[in-house]
């Protein structure tokens, strides 16, 4: 993904895909990770179409479908 100079700088850096996907795991909207190309760090976008679902939010649904059978 592409980030325009602006958005790299306002937005949270993480240094690695975990640290961000921590961060996804507890905010109460989706939130993917993404690599910067400007900064070399990870961000997190709310942009989640045609990102793949991260491990935790795979998980959550299994769980759920465990739940209701
Ligand atoms: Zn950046």
Known sequence: MR????IC???ARYA??????????????PL??????????WHLTSRTKGMRLPRFEIERRQAEK???S
């Open 66 to 68: 465990i739940k209701g």
């Open 3 to 6: 980030t325009r100079p602006g």
């Open 32 to 41: 993917r990770p993404y690599h910067c190309e400007l900064c070399r760090d």
């Open 16 to 29: 690695s895909e975990d640290a961000a996907l921590e961060v996804a795991e507890k905010a109460p909207f």
């Open 9 to 11: 700088r306002r937005k």
